[in-house]
């Protein structure tokens, strides 16, 4: 039971996006760990540069 509850819970953070510093984290050590020359951003870093991108450009209907 409880396992099954922590897929869900799992599958709830990606379908929100709470667990995008997680994954930005992941892709890093994955992909660009040799990199010395620029470390992962820090959670807060990520989170403005996240809300800057999302909030960029004429957000409206009409």
Do not use: I
Not at 12 to 17: A, K, N, T
């Amino acid at each position: 039971m409880m396992n099954w509850f922590r897929q869900c819970w799992q599958h709830v953070r990606q379908l929100s996006g709470d667990d995008m510093y997680e994954r930005y984290l992941a892709h890093y050590a994955e992909h660009h760990a040799g990199e010395t020359d620029t470390p992962p951003l820090s959670r807060a870093e990520f989170f403005r540069q996240w809300q800057d991108e999302k909030w960029q450009g004429v957000k409206r209907c009409c």
